[in-house]
């Protein structure tokens, strides 16, 4: 255990705590957040510019990206010796002070076998070992996720998963990959550069900071092929019309097949602090299932879209494409049992993979400080 100065906290380790706050997953890694450190904790801010994408439905992705740099907080105080007391939105909804963080010494540091998991924590879109998530592991995440009031884990139950979800995800995919918006914002936040060969991190230009690098898609030579010769839209629009729009859908749908186990973070109400619970939780699970040796992807079309049409109304979709997502919502209700009235708001696949070879960066702690005159 970690020797702790039971009066003040040194501003070391609150930068070290806010560290590990960035490493946290945000949609499309643009990293929708700002941090304040005082005397006794931390503040986290939302950035609700940061992620202008479709996808970002009344800054659902961007309150889940807050909720999960939170949890990765908590865990990171604990570590350090310390209790968090965490206040979500202390000046009110739609505010930029998502939490403040209130540490206190603790008598002893807790989860040190965490803080590895959440520097290994990645997102893995590379195919999975078949073999299923054990039951058990399900039920221990599902514990975890209920910590977080009003949020629920729905998982496969089922024997018959795969065919079902896959169809729901290759549906919601495919109006993913029919819309001009969400195909032209993929394109501007991947990097098609390569990064800069045997540069150190603190070295990396800050273009590279955000965003994802085509190399951590996972998805080969041939996919690097494709995603170049797609880059523009008149080119996928022309390639839809052949047929070969269709690569990624089919792509999707077998990640699914070739995945251990599906899972549905869901809601029980729309309210902001809700969804920053929701992300927490995410996080938890994430770590958890990091730390057992498993890999994780995220699958947020089809909640996050289904989403938008509950919020706001079907006017943004074409008519087929509002067939095709309530027919995909349709199938992951049926076939993750959503109890009546909770709300998809994350989706991912699990399962054992070999390692990512190409991971995503952040930018430096101190780009993202915002002073709080206390510190
Ligand atoms: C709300 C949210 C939605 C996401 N949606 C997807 C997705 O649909 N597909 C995907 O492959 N990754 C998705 N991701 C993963 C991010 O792209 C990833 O977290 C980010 O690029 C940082 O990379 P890392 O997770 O490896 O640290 C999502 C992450 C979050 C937090």
């Not at 949609?27 to 609700?48: C, H, M, S």
């Not at 010796?81 to 009110?92: N, R």
């Not at 070879?357 to 780009?367: D, F, L, N």
């Amino acid at each position: 255990m970690e020797e702790t100065d039971k009066t003040t906290i040194s501003r070391e380790i609150l930068l070290e705590i806010v560290r590990y706050g960035i490493m946290a997953p945000s949609g499309d890694n643009v990293q929708p957040w700002e941090f304040a450190i005082e005397k006794e904790g931390i503040t986290l801010y939302i950035n609700r510019e940061a992620d202008d994408s479709f996808f970002n439905t009344q800054q659902v992705a961007s309150l889940i990206a807050c909720g999960a740099a939170i949890q990765n907080m908590v865990y990171m105080a604990e570590v350090k010796g310390f209790e968090a007391k965490v206040a979500l939105f202390p000046q009110g909804e739609g505010k930029k002070e998502v939490a403040h963080i209130q540490l206190t010494p603790a008598d002893r540091s807790q989860n040190e076998s965490i803080e590895k998991a959440m520097r290994e924590r990645c997102t893995n879109r590379r195919m999975y070992a078949t073999r299923p998530i054990p039951r058990e592991t399900w039920q221990s995440m599902a514990t975890t996720t209920e910590k977080e009031p009003d949020t629920l884990l729905l998982y496969n139950k089922e024997k018959a998963w795969r065919r079902p979800l896959a169809h729901a995800v290759y549906l919601a995919d495919m109006v993913r990959v029919g819309r001009q918006d969400l195909h032209e914002y993929l394109m501007k936040i991947l990097h098609f550069k390569p990064i800069p060969k045997g540069i150190r991190e603190e070295d990396l230009p800050d273009e590279f900071r955000t965003g994802m690098p085509l190399k951590n898609l996972q998805a080969g030579l041939m996919g690097d092929i494709y995603m170049r010769s797609m880059r523009k839209w008149s080119v996928m629009r022309v390639a839809r019309y052949f047929g070969a729009g269709l690569a990624m859908p089919l792509f999707g749908a077998m990640s699914v097949y070739l995945s251990g186990g599906i899972g549905m973070i869901c809601v029980k109400s729309f309210t902001e602090t809700n969804i920053v619970r929701a992300g927490s939780a995410i996080e938890r699970v994430w770590c958890e299932l990091t730390r057992e040796g498993y890999a994780l992807q995220p699958m947020a079309a089809l909640p996050l879209l289904t989403l938008r049409t509950y919020l706001e109304g079907t006017s943004a979709f074409t008519p087929s494409h509002i067939k095709k997502l309530e027919k995909a919502k349709k199938i992951a209700t049926r076939s993750l049992s959503i109890p009546d009235g909770f709300i998809p708001v994350f989706m991912f696949r699990a399962g054992q993979s070999a390692p990512i070879t190409q991971r995503t960066y952040r930018k430096k702690t101190e780009q993202l400080l915002v002073s709080s005159g206390e510190i």
